[in-house]
């Protein structure tokens, strides 16, 4: 994450620079940057019945071009609430789009070599597997074995339709029964999706217990996002739902954990040890292009991450928002990240005693199931090297004040957004001004000052 970058996250300029990855060395070179012909370089290029759009990670190790049938434009997709989208991938929501054939090098006319990519097959998938950077954690793409989706219907337990799963509302082309796949890629990935790509509702959102980020994007480009339950057509759930199992009354420590758990951490209430540190305010609150710097220094030492309670006589909170920057968006491979902040001290591994605090600087006491990116010298990106679930973002100057992932939360605890532990910023989306993806961005400012 990137809560608190400033707007121009500091990453690549010119595809001069080379990703640095620390305590988890790469197995495979990267691919060499170089651009040809303008279709390569062009986001989106329209070349008669075919529509070529260009997908790229942060670090460009991932650099594809997706094909779409130029009379399906704007494609009608959905953003997926469900348990294994947000653990999947460390965001409240997800979206991908069916592509036609397989994706294409950037470089080439030829197909893209998915091996440089990592993968991960989930066990509530039958039959799908995710494709996502091994060197920044951008989730690109899907693969899904048609031969199995019989089996997968009777074995049950999936969603009706999922971002990264089947979609049984869309029936297979010939071209994909005959190759056996169909591919899908996420959203997010895409340089531009504008004229591409139209959400248009919101899909199971009963597995968020209260709604999750619905409540925050409630439009897109101007037309209200229905709010399904579950699947197309299943009962719609009004604003500010919640489940009737959740309760006011909380544990001492909520859970985090990405989709495989090989990364699982335990939050506790904010203690005297959070109230001790310093920070410089985040773009979250102050927008820091347009921002004296001395303001945002944080003069007068105001503990901005620390919110009041929910209720009258509960704990206090910390503060989570939504992060639009380019780093966000191409290291995970949706539209914005969602993120808290929360001291070290509050965070320990779930296998640890309670009293233990988390170690991300030290390799021999890091969380073994965490992969570092280093987008730039002192930002660190941290993620599951498995599933590919983005977990932490962390800067050298405030090591002990922490950007965790908010998909990664326990629902059945407080919901998704977990308001009894976290307050929302509601005023701003951080690094709006730089967003590229305007209409969800706007459409999510928007939604924040209704919710």
Not at 2 to 27: E, T, W
């Amino acid at each position: 994450m990137a809560l608190n970058m400033a707007s121009n996250p500091g990453g690549f300029r010119g595809g001069d620079k080379v990703p640095v990855v620390i305590f988890s060395p790469l197995q495979r070179p990267l691919r060499p940057i170089s651009r040809t012909s303008n279709i390569q370089s062009t986001a989106i290029v329209t070349q008669g019945d075919l529509t070529y759009c260009r997908a790229t990670c942060h670090c460009r190790r991932c650099d594809l071009r997706v094909v779409f049938p130029t009379a399906s434009l704007p494609i009608h997709n959905y953003l997926c609430n469900c348990t294994s989208c947000r653990h999947g991938t460390g965001e409240m929501a997800f979206h991908t789009a069916r592509i036609l054939g397989n994706p294409m090098d950037a470089e080439t006319d030829g197909p893209f070599a998915v091996e440089v990519m990592d993968s991960y097959s989930p066990r509530d998938r039958l039959g799908v597997e995710r494709f996502f950077c091994p060197t920044c954690s951008a989730n690109m793409l899907v693969r899904i074995d048609l031969s199995l989706r019989e089996e997968a219907d009777k074995r049950g337990g999936e969603p009706e339709d999922c971002a990264f799963g089947r979609n049984r509302s869309e029936k297979p082309s010939e071209q994909e029964l005959e190759e056996g796949f169909q591919w899908r890629v996420a959203g997010g990935a895409l340089r531009n999706y504008e004229g591409i790509i139209q959400p248009m509702y919101h899909l199971n959102l009963a597995s968020t217990m209260d709604g999750g980020v619905a409540d925050h994007l409630r439009t897109f480009d101007g037309n209200q996002l229905i709010r399904y339950s579950e699947g197309v057509g299943s009962k719609v759930l009004p604003f500010e739902w919640h489940s009737p199992t959740l309760t006011d009354d909380q544990p001492e420590e909520i859970s985090a954990f990405c989709h495989c758990r090989a990364v699982s951490v335990k939050v506790s209430r904010p203690d005297d040890r959070a109230k001790s540190l310093r920070s410089p305010f985040p773009d979250l609150i102050y927008p820091t292009d347009v921002t004296y710097r001395a303001k945002l220094r944080n003069p007068g030492d105001e503990k901005w991450w620390l919110r009041g309670p929910y209720k009258e006589g509960e704990p206090v909170r910390y503060l989570a928002g939504h992060c639009s920057c380019a780093f966000c968006r191409m290291t995970g491979g949706f539209d914005f990240q969602s993120g808290t902040f929360i001291p070290r001290f509050n965070i320990r591994e779930a296998d640890q005693e309670s009293g233990r605090t988390i170690v991300f600087s030290q390799q021999e006491s890091r969380p073994k199931g965490l992969k570092q990116y280093v987008s730039s010298p002192g930002r660190y990106h941290e993620f599951c090297g498995t599933c590919g679930a983005t977990a932490f973002w962390w800067h050298v100057s405030r090591p002990n004040l922490v950007d965790l992932s908010m998909g990664l939360l326990d629902a059945s605890v407080d919901g998704v957004r977990a308001e009894h532990w976290f307050e929302w910023h509601k005023s701003r989306v951080s690094n709006m001004q730089v967003s590229g993806s305007r209409k969800m961005v706007a459409s999510l400012v928007e939604g924040l000052r209704q919710a």
